[in-house]
């Protein structure tokens, strides 16, 4: 099971209207994180983020430049952080 918390929706709010295809990227993370949030598989852009706590996204999920920082208690997913990178990062 995925849930949000209300900073991840105040952020996708936020950048909805000028990111056409973040609903697209949405909807593909909400899949792989129903399917396979540990990524135990390996065949997701899934990376355990070190010394973070628990409550401040300990798992990062890449989707295109979008970032989705997510927690795993038990069986359920919350997701806490959407992000933009920028195009002048490297």
Request: glycine fraction near 8%.
């Amino acid at each position: 099971m995925v849930s949000t918390t209300g900073h991840f929706g105040r952020l996708m709010k936020k950048l909805a209207p000028k990111h056409a295809e973040l609903a697209g990227r949405y909807a593909d993370a909400l899949v792989i994180l129903s399917v396979d949030p540990h990524n135990k598989s390996s065949k997701f852009p899934i990376k355990k983020l070190h010394n973070v706590a628990e409550g401040e996204g300990q798992y990062r999920l890449r989707s295109g430049r979008f970032r989705f920082r997510y927690d795993i208690l038990e069986s359920q997913v919350i997701l806490h952080y959407c992000g933009l990178r920028r195009e002048d990062t490297c």
